[in-house]
């Protein structure tokens, strides 16, 4: 069954922790929803290899409309928890159960929704310190999933396995 899944993003995203869940969820059928300050931008991934036609706005969305929420890294979930909108959203989406997918600096979006405290998850080195503040349990490894409602990932490196966790929950 097609899901559709969220994704929060914005100027200076981490090209391939974009690109590459994007293409592996389409590829199994799922619909993939780009979500930003104003449907129609155009945003650029900090390695310049990307670049994204924003599908709706944050203004235009809620939280029902979707499957699953994706929170690719780079520079784009700092940016974003700056705007309370899209910390508003991802803590909705926290609370409603459905499965969160986020890598590197992604986590930091879930720090300031307040929704680590006692999850287990991993991420990027600089932002371990603030997951652990934050009330996470972390472990350094390729992917964690915690409850099969979380899947959190390091680097570009680890997206073998963070795509193919996302789309075992995905697909259950």
């Known amino acids: 069954m097609s899901k559709k899944i969220a994704v929060l993003i914005t ?28 449907a ?3 945003i650029k991934g ?3 290899k990307a670049s994204v036609t924003i599908d709706k706005s944050i203004d235009d969305v809620q ?6 929420l994706l929170l690719p890294g780079g520079h784009s979930p700092d940016t ?4 309370d909108r899209f910390v508003e959203f991802t803590r909705a989406f926290a609370q409603s159960g459905k499965p969160i997918f986020a890598i590197c600096h992604g986590p930091q979006l879930l720090i300031n929704a307040d929704v680590v405290r006692g999850r287990k998850l991993t991420t990027v080195k600089p932002v371990v310190v603030d997951v652990k503040n934050a009330g996470a349990e972390f472990y350094d490894k390729e992917v964690v999933v915690d409850n099969n409602t979380l899947v ?14 996302s789309l075992k929950i995905l697909a259950a």
């Open 46 to 48: 900090k390695q310049g």
């Open 80 to 83: 974003l928890r700056g705007d």
């Open 63 to 68: 939280v029902a409309d979707f499957d699953a």
């Open 152 to 165: 959190t990932s390091r680097t570009p490196d680890d997206l073998p396995a963070f795509n193919r966790e």
């Open 40 to 42: 129609g931008n155009v």
């Open 11 to 38: 100027d200076e995203f981490e090209d391939s922790e974009f690109t590459s869940p994007a293409e592996a969820y389409r590829e199994a059928g799922h619909q993939v929803i780009t979500i930003e300050k104003k």
